[in-house]
């Protein structure tokens, strides 16, 4: 009976637990085994696999499996065969199989990275996760990175601070001109942005001189590398017709880099932001205005609105720009940087300017204006630059040839024609050698400039009768400016370095020599003649500089303390032909400066600072001769040399946490500027005389600014928030009396970007200001200005299929004054765009609502501008963009 | 003679080949997590591993700490202070693991080298573990991947493996599976190796050490247990002294060294 049960039971098992076992050879086409073969079992139409082994050195396989109804599926897989399947049954057999060579095609690199990953002082932002589809330029995205803001000029900041140097695969082919790549590299070809949080650009000088300045490089995919890539956009639109075209090369190799191209617009897209140097990148001490061309005369013309230029400006601008890189064999690099630019503006406005004076009363200046500005500028650097760790030598070369003409038109009480021509040269060398000897680094450096700035402004009719014409009317006012200037700035830096501390003398001696002269033409009964001695200038000024200076930089632990003791001896000469009139001066400052920079802990930076500045205040503030600035404003200086000291105080408390993309921080400055001349000036109707006296004045200006910003990743919302406050207080001369000025300007921004979902997009930005000016505030309560103005920006993409894409842009606008009753803008642009293979097309319906007139206002000072600008048409384009 | 210089030609290019042995064919990126202390689960330490595999062999390699080996190269002559800063700034990545591993296919051997002071290596089998499968899926990196468990030197691992990648092989120690392994963990989440790049081969390793001293495994799981929960011993055995700081009275007492916790992935060592 036991045993009927035993065979019984064993049956039922077999037929409850039955295991198949397929078995098998498998060979190659010649017969031959193929060990290591993946061999596995799965239910046919299934992925999942049920057994697997691999094959033995002789290519055979057992397999055991459950038994099942299911049909099975025998697969065998080894790099280098092509996969072989054979189906079967679930029941014990042989099966034999054959593999076929054939290359065995992997899955292609596919790349799940974190958005955002630290690598030592490194951040690297992953280029794919921040962009999106409405974006072309790796600016667009670099604007959306956490801890990244492009300001409206094109400054690059990272946590606030501007950066120090934008590498493009670790060259520095821009220099300071680095909005040309924001603005044309496609950000398609970029792999990633790279943050060096504390970078120091000169290599030899990375273990000796900490930076706290942070630099920015862009990595491009190794499939962009060594190609030309080529790209143009033709738009053109209408009315009137419109058009927008450019066409754009660029190459990156290891040791070439290239990017040109050629733009052209009628729409309101104003070019010179594209090439101009950003002032972060000027080494300490000097800005980029120390070269800048003088702007003593000039027509009266429209402010700029703070809406998109695409909004107000009428133009004509053609844009050249060519960039190479070519590292030598020696690892040293030249650059070439070229640029043209041909800009015809013309804008249209009313303008209402109305003068606070310090009895209570006020001038007002209403004028109707129609400007055009022809500029044409040109501008070349050639760079030669060997940056390696053990020595440094740059050769920057620089030329600028610059002419521009105004016409404007004024209607106030009649017509009044003024005109303007404006040629600028620059020629510029700037040169600076590092060498290190033994544990000691020694900087020589010297800079060169030359230039010549000279301007015409023709007034018709004659302004300024009473002074100009003995009280008669004349038909016409003829203002000459030339300006010629010789600055030459050379100097030697040691810098030692002892476990914590540092060492840095310096001396050098830097000579400027300017040269002034001015005079006034006038047209009358149809005869030019020249004025006076009174309306003459013919000023030589010169300033020989020799300075030493020592700083020490101490680290204790994570602190670091700077302290900047530099003297230096000034003598200035001062001549003045026309008065036959001489002036000498010498001039010993002392301009200290104390930096403490603390790391708190791992995320908080603590920087505080004390700068005293002596200097010179501004050499054309020694015209005795009237000039005649523009139509309504006539100048006559003090003869003696202007001073100025200025107190800087600082203290920044900064938080960055890039991997958690929170990044804030607060800001508070104070500054007190103590000058011994004082500007005054004395309204009569519409026109104004500027003079200037001898008076021990004061300027003070408070400034207080924190900013926020928070990217959730996973979300991907970027939220920023920024205030700034600050406030001026000085004293002025106003029609003989002496008046007090204080004014204060707020201005908060919050900006929120929405990019998770794949089908739209959402971008906002709102900007609320406020600015406020009086005069002898605790006379005469009520005698001020103020006013507000909010904007909101907002941009939405819905993207309808892969290739397709609308975009709707809504700026509404609201501005309102003490004396006016509020406006309210809404301006509104929609668009399409569709990727076919190779070409993009885009069709744009701008200014909707037809807006025809936008009105803001400015403070300066005692002055209130209230302006009208002519806004451009409602207009329709289409644009195409394609590669090559 | 066309004949001759067609043979000629196969000859070379298969003479050109025949050298190339050591190209790298695949390649596979781990982000690798391991808890440094069981009973904290905020000690999280975070390292890139890659996983090379050759026409031979494959390699298994800190990327970070390669990343910091060129580093360091590269400022080599720098003054300590530079040196020292960099360090702290974590561009020499000293705490990403220094253990490479490759596996000879044929021998059916690994030879593990590491780096302490001295370059330690020795060589062992490649032991197979004994996987189970699971009919549940889920998509890594766009692959069909199939779920498997085992259990190996005291830990229960769960494996992601894809078969659309025919390797064999995984991170660490792990291999056997009908396809790469894309994602393998323990139970606890303790040590997480997640893949985040497969593709053609592109990093090659920066430097594999240039020689090693022989040493018995136990010698080096000690090493590494020594160095971290004893470095006073570990100075001593490695470097031949230990850090000591001089008191007044003329005489020197060692400098307290931080006590690291320890909590290896291989547990077979305290099994035994």
């Given at each position: 009976?036991?045993?009927?049960?035993?065979?019984?039971?064993?049956?039922?098992?077999?037929?409850?637990?039955?295991?198949?076992?397929?078995?098998?050879?498998?060979?190659?086409?010649?017969?031959?085994?193929?060990?290591?073969?993946?061999?596995?079992?799965?239910?046919?139409?299934?992925?999942?696999?049920?057994?697997?082994?691999?094959?033995?050195?002789?290519?055979?396989?057992?397999?055991?499996?459950?038994?099942?109804?299911?049909?099975?599926?025998?697969?065998?897989?080894?790099?280098?065969?092509?996969?072989?399947?054979?189906?079967?049954?679930?029941?014990?057999?042989?099966?034999?199989?054959?593999?076929?060579?054939?290359?065995?095609?992997?899955?292609?690199?596919?790349?799940?990275?974190?958005?955002?990953?630290?690598?030592?002082?490194?951040?690297?932002?992953?280029?794919?996760?921040?962009?999106?589809?409405?974006?072309?330029?790796?600016?667009?995205?670099?604007?959306?990175?956490?801890?990244?803001?492009?300001d409206p000029s094109g400054?690059?900041?990272?946590?606030?601070?501007?950066?120090?140097?934008?590498?493009?695969?670790?060259?520095?082919?821009?220099?300071?001109?680095?909005?040309?790549?924001?603005?044309?590299?496609?950000?398609?070809?970029?792999?990633?942005?790279?943050?060096?949080?504390?970078?120091?650009?000169?290599?030899?000088?990375?273990?000796?001189?900490?930076?706290?300045?942070?630099?920015?490089?862009?990595?491009?995919?190794?499939?962009?590398?060594?190609?030309?890539?080529?790209?143009?956009?033709?738009g053109t639109g209408f009315a009137p017709l419109l058009g927008e075209n450019?066409?754009?090369?660029?190459?990156?190799?290891?040791?070439?880099?290239?990017?040109?191209?050629?733009k052209y617009n009628n729409t309101g897209i104003k070019f010179a932001h594209e090439i101009t140097?950003?002032?972060?990148?000027?080494?300490?001490?000097?800005?980029a205005d120390?070269?800048a061309p003088e702007n003593l005369n000039s027509v009266i013309s429209q402010p700029q609105p703070p809406v998109q230029t695409t909004r107000y400006l009428f133009n004509n601008s053609h844009l050249?720009?060519?960039?190479?890189?070519?590292?030598?064999?020696?690892?040293?690099?030249?650059?070439?940087?070229?640029?043209y630019l041909n800009d015809m503006e013309e804008t249209n406005g009313l303008n209402r300017s109305t003068f606070l004076l310090p009895a209570g009363n006020s001038v007002a200046i209403t004028e109707s204006l129609k400007n055009s500005l022809n500029t044409n500028k040109?501008?070349?650097?050639?760079?030669?630059?060997?940056?390696?760790?053990?020595?440094?030598?740059?050769?920057?070369?620089?030329?600028?040839?610059q002419f521009s003409n105004e016409n404007g038109l004024v209607v106030n009480n009649g017509n009044i024609l003024q005109q303007s021509s404006h040629p600028f040269?620059?020629?510029?060398?700037?040169?600076?050698?590092?060498?290190?000897?033994?544990?000691?680094?020694?900087?020589?450096?010297?800079?060169?400039?030359?230039?010549?700035d000279s301007k015409e402004l023709n007034v018709s009719p004659g302004p300024f009768p009473s002074i100009l014409n003995d009280l008669v009317a004349y038909q016409k006012a003829m203002q000459n400016v030339w300006i010629?200037?010789?600055?030459?700035?050379?100097?030697?830096?040691?810098?030692?370095?002892?476990?914590?501390?540092?060492?840095?003398?310096?001396?050098?001696?830097?000579?400027?020599?300017?040269?002034f002269?001015s005079f006034i033409e006038k047209d009358f009964s149809q005869a030019m003649s020249k004025l006076?001695?009174s309306f003459r200038n013919?000023?030589?000024?010169?300033?020989?500089?020799?300075?030493?200076?020592?700083?020490?930089?101490?680290?204790?632990?994570?602190?670091?303390?700077?302290?900047?003791?530099?003297?230096?001896?000034?003598?200035?000469?001062?001549?003045?032909?026309?008065?036959?009139?001489?002036?000498?001066?010498?001039?010993?400052?002392?301009?200290?400066?104390?930096?403490?920079?603390?790391?708190?802990?791992?995320?908080?930076?603590?920087?505080?600072?004390?700068?005293?500045?002596?200097?010179?205040?501004d050499?054309l503030q020694?015209a005795?001769g009237f000039v005649l600035n523009n139509y309504r404003n006539i100048s006559q200086k003090?003869?003696?040399?202007?001073?100025?000291?200025?107190?800087?105080?600082?203290?920044?408390?900064?938080?960055?946490?890039?991997?958690?993309?929170?990044?804030?921080?607060?800001?508070?400055?104070?500054?007190?500027?103590?000058?011994?001349?004082l500007s005054t000036q004395t309204y009569d109707k519409f026109y104004i005389r500027s003079t200037s006296?001898?008076?021990?004045?004061?300027?003070?200006?408070?400034?207080?600014?924190?900013?926020?910003?928070?990217?959730?990743?996973?979300?991907?919302?970027?939220?920023?928030?920024?205030?700034n406050?600050s406030n001026s207080?000085s004293?002025q001369l106003l029609n003989r009396q002496?008046a007090?000025a204080f004014s204060e300007e707020f201005s908060g921004t919050?900006?929120?970007?929405?990019?998770?979902?794949?089908?739209?997009?959402?971008?906002?930005t709102s900007t609320l200001n406020y600015f406020m000016s009086t005069i002898n505030r605790?006379?005469y309560?009520g005698n001020n200005f103020s006013f507000f103005q909010f904007q909101e920006d907002i941009?939405?993409?819905?993207?309808?299929?892969?290739?397709?894409?609308?975009?709707?842009v809504i700026t509404s606008s609201s501005f309102w004054d003490n004396l006016s009753e509020k406006r309210n803008y809404y301006f509104a642009n929609i668009?399409?765009?569709?990727?076919?293979?190779?070409?993009?097309?885009?069709?744009e319906l701008r200014n909707i609502t037809n807006v025809i007139t936008y009105r803001t206002a400015y403070l300066l000072s005692n002055m209130q501008q209230v302006t009208e600008t002519q806004i451009r048409p409602r207009s329709f384009f289409?644009?195409?963009?394609?590669?090559? | 003679?066309?004949?001759?210089?067609?043979?000629?030609?196969?000859?070379?290019?298969?003479?050109?080949?025949?050298?190339?042995?050591?190209?790298?064919?695949?390649?596979?990126?781990?982000?690798?997590?391991?808890?440094?202390?069981?009973?904290?689960?905020?000690?999280?330490?975070?390292?890139?591993?890659?996983?090379?595999?050759?026409?031979?062999?494959?390699?298994?390699?800190?990327?970070?700490?390669?990343?910091?080996?060129?580093?360091?190269?590269?400022?080599?002559?720098?003054?300590?202070?530079?040196?020292?800063?960099?360090?702290?700034?974590?561009?020499?990545?000293?705490?990403?693991?220094?253990?490479?591993?490759?596996?000879?296919?044929?021998?059916?051997?690994?030879?593990?080298?590491?780096?302490?002071?001295?370059?330690?290596?020795?060589?062992?089998?490649?032991?197979?573990?004994?996987?189970?499968?699971?009919?549940?899926?889920?998509?890594?990196?766009?692959?069909?991947?199939?779920?498997?468990?085992?259990?190996?030197?005291?830990?229960?691992?769960?494996?992601?493996?894809?078969?659309?990648?025919?390797?064999?092989?995984?991170?660490?120690?792990?291999?056997?599976?009908?396809?790469?392994?894309?994602?393998?963990?323990?139970?606890?989440?303790?040590?997480?190796?997640?893949?985040?790049?497969?593709?053609?081969?592109?990093?090659?390793?920066?430097?594999?050490?240039?020689?090693?001293?022989?040493?018995?495994?136990?010698?080096?799981?000690?090493?590494?247990?020594?160095?971290?929960?004893?470095?006073?011993?570990?100075?001593?055995?490695?470097?031949?002294?230990?850090?000591?700081?001089?008191?007044?009275?003329?005489?020197?007492?060692?400098?307290?060294?931080?006590?690291?916790?320890?909590?290896?992935?291989?547990?077979?060592?305290?099994?035994?």
């Amino acid at each position: 009976m036991k045993f009927i049960l035993l065979v019984v039971l064993t049956i039922c098992a077999n037929q409850l637990f039955c295991q198949c076992i397929i078995s098998g050879k498998i060979t190659d086409s010649l017969c031959q085994p193929v060990a290591d073969v993946n061999v596995v079992v799965l239910i046919r139409g299934h992925a999942d696999i049920l057994a697997y082994c691999i094959t033995d050195a002789k290519g055979l396989y057992e397999l055991e499996c459950t038994n099942t109804k299911d049909s099975l599926l025998i697969r065998a897989t080894i790099i280098g065969y092509a996969i072989m399947e054979k189906g079967a049954i679930a029941k014990s057999q042989t099966i034999n199989l054959i593999l076929t060579p054939q290359v065995t095609e992997l899955p292609a690199v596919e790349i799940k990275r974190e958005p955002v990953s630290k690598l030592g002082d490194t951040i690297n932002y992953h280029v794919s996760y921040f962009a999106n589809k409405q974006d072309r330029f790796i600016g667009d995205v670099i604007s959306k990175i956490p801890g990244i803001d492009i300001d409206p000029s094109g400054t690059v900041k990272y946590n606030g601070k501007p950066i120090n140097t934008y590498y493009i695969n670790g060259l520095n082919l821009l220099e300071g001109k680095y909005s040309i790549a924001n603005q044309n590299i496609p950000y398609d070809i970029v792999d990633r942005v790279q943050v060096f949080q504390n970078h120091q650009p000169i290599k030899i000088l990375d273990s000796i001189e900490n930076s706290n300045s942070p630099a920015l490089n862009i990595e491009l995919k190794n499939s962009t590398r060594n190609k030309f890539i080529g790209k143009v956009k033709i738009g053109t639109g209408f009315a009137p017709l419109l058009g927008e075209n450019e066409i754009t090369g660029l190459k990156f190799a290891k040791k070439m880099q290239f990017i040109s191209a050629y733009k052209y617009n009628n729409t309101g897209i104003k070019f010179a932001h594209e090439i101009t140097d950003q002032v972060s990148i000027h080494k300490s001490g000097e800005t980029a205005d120390d070269n800048a061309p003088e702007n003593l005369n000039s027509v009266i013309s429209q402010p700029q609105p703070p809406v998109q230029t695409t909004r107000y400006l009428f133009n004509n601008s053609h844009l050249f720009h060519l960039s190479t890189l070519k590292r030598l064999t020696n690892k040293a690099q030249i650059k070439l940087n070229l640029s043209y630019l041909n800009d015809m503006e013309e804008t249209n406005g009313l303008n209402r300017s109305t003068f606070l004076l310090p009895a209570g009363n006020s001038v007002a200046i209403t004028e109707s204006l129609k400007n055009s500005l022809n500029t044409n500028k040109a501008a070349a650097n050639f760079i030669y630059e060997l940056n390696d760790r053990k020595k440094y030598l740059k050769n920057n070369l620089a030329g600028q040839a610059q002419f521009s003409n105004e016409n404007g038109l004024v209607v106030n009480n009649g017509n009044i024609l003024q005109q303007s021509s404006h040629p600028f040269y620059l020629l510029k060398n700037d040169f600076e050698a590092i060498v290190a000897i033994k544990n000691k680094f020694i900087n020589i450096h010297s800079q060169t400039a030359i230039s010549n700035d000279s301007k015409e402004l023709n007034v018709s009719p004659g302004p300024f009768p009473s002074i100009l014409n003995d009280l008669v009317a004349y038909q016409k006012a003829m203002q000459n400016v030339w300006i010629r200037k010789l600055a030459s700035k050379n100097g030697a830096d040691l810098m030692i370095k002892k476990h914590d501390f540092q060492q840095h003398f310096s001396t050098g001696a830097d000579i400027i020599i300017k040269k002034f002269e001015s005079f006034i033409e006038k047209d009358f009964s149809q005869a030019m003649s020249k004025l006076s001695d009174s309306f003459r200038n013919e000023i030589k000024w010169s300033n020989l500089r020799l300075y030493a200076a020592t700083s020490a930089t101490l680290k204790m632990g994570n602190t670091r303390l700077l302290i900047e003791l530099p003297v230096e001896w000034n003598t200035y000469s001062y001549k003045n032909t026309v008065l036959n009139f001489r002036n000498n001066a010498d001039k010993v400052y002392f301009n200290p400066n104390i930096i403490l920079i603390a790391s708190l802990s791992t995320y908080y930076t603590l920087e505080m600072s004390y700068a005293r500045q002596n200097m010179h205040g501004d050499f054309l503030q020694t015209a005795k001769g009237f000039v005649l600035n523009n139509y309504r404003n006539i100048s006559q200086k003090d003869t003696i040399l202007p001073f100025q000291s200025v107190d800087g105080y600082q203290f920044v408390i900064s938080y960055k946490n890039p991997l958690n993309a929170l990044f804030y921080n607060v800001s508070a400055s104070y500054s007190s500027v103590e000058k011994n001349l004082l500007s005054t000036q004395t309204y009569d109707k519409f026109y104004i005389r500027s003079t200037s006296m001898t008076f021990r004045n004061n300027l003070s200006t408070l400034r207080i600014s924190a900013s926020a910003n928070k990217f959730f990743l996973n979300a991907k919302i970027n939220l920023f928030g920024s205030i700034n406050y600050s406030n001026s207080r000085s004293v002025q001369l106003l029609n003989r009396q002496l008046a007090s000025a204080f004014s204060e300007e707020f201005s908060g921004t919050c900006k929120l970007n929405f990019d998770k979902f794949s089908f739209a997009s959402f971008e906002s930005t709102s900007t609320l200001n406020y600015f406020m000016s009086t005069i002898n505030r605790k006379s005469y309560a009520g005698n001020n200005f103020s006013f507000f103005q909010f904007q909101e920006d907002i941009k939405t993409n819905f993207f309808l299929t892969k290739n397709k894409i609308v975009s709707a842009v809504i700026t509404s606008s609201s501005f309102w004054d003490n004396l006016s009753e509020k406006r309210n803008y809404y301006f509104a642009n929609i668009g399409f765009r569709q990727k076919f293979r190779k070409i993009e097309l885009q069709l744009e319906l701008r200014n909707i609502t037809n807006v025809i007139t936008y009105r803001t206002a400015y403070l300066l000072s005692n002055m209130q501008q209230v302006t009208e600008t002519q806004i451009r048409p409602r207009s329709f384009f289409v644009q195409c963009y394609f590669n090559f | 003679m066309r004949t001759h210089l067609f043979i000629f030609l196969v000859l070379l290019i298969s003479q050109g080949n025949a050298q190339n042995t050591d190209s790298v064919l695949y390649m596979c990126k781990y982000r690798y997590s391991s808890q440094k202390d069981s009973t904290n689960k905020n000690s999280v330490f975070n390292d890139i591993m890659c996983l090379q595999i050759n026409k031979l062999n494959s390699k298994y390699y800190s990327y970070l700490k390669q990343l910091g080996m060129r580093n360091s190269e590269e400022d080599n002559g720098k003054p300590l202070q530079y040196l020292l800063q960099m360090q702290q700034q974590g561009r020499y990545n000293a705490d990403s693991e220094s253990e490479i591993m490759i596996n000879e296919f044929a021998q059916k051997r690994r030879k593990v080298l590491i780096k302490f002071k001295h370059v330690y290596c020795y060589t062992e089998d490649i032991e197979a573990q004994k996987w189970k499968i699971y009919p549940e899926t889920k998509i890594i990196l766009k692959q069909t991947c199939q779920k498997a468990t085992t259990f190996y030197k005291g830990r229960s691992y769960v494996a992601w493996f894809a078969t659309s990648i025919p390797y064999r092989i995984g991170p660490w120690e792990f291999s056997g599976l009908p396809g790469l392994i894309l994602r393998i963990s323990d139970t606890n989440e303790q040590f997480v190796f997640e893949c985040t790049e497969i593709g053609p081969g592109r990093d090659k390793i920066y430097k594999e050490y240039d020689g090693c001293t022989e040493a018995p495994k136990k010698k080096v799981e000690q090493l590494r247990k020594l160095f971290a929960t004893d470095m006073q011993t570990f100075d001593q055995i490695e470097w031949g002294a230990s850090w000591s700081r001089p008191n007044a009275d003329g005489t020197s007492s060692p400098v307290p060294r931080k006590i690291k916790p320890y909590n290896p992935i291989d547990l077979s060592y305290k099994l035994e």
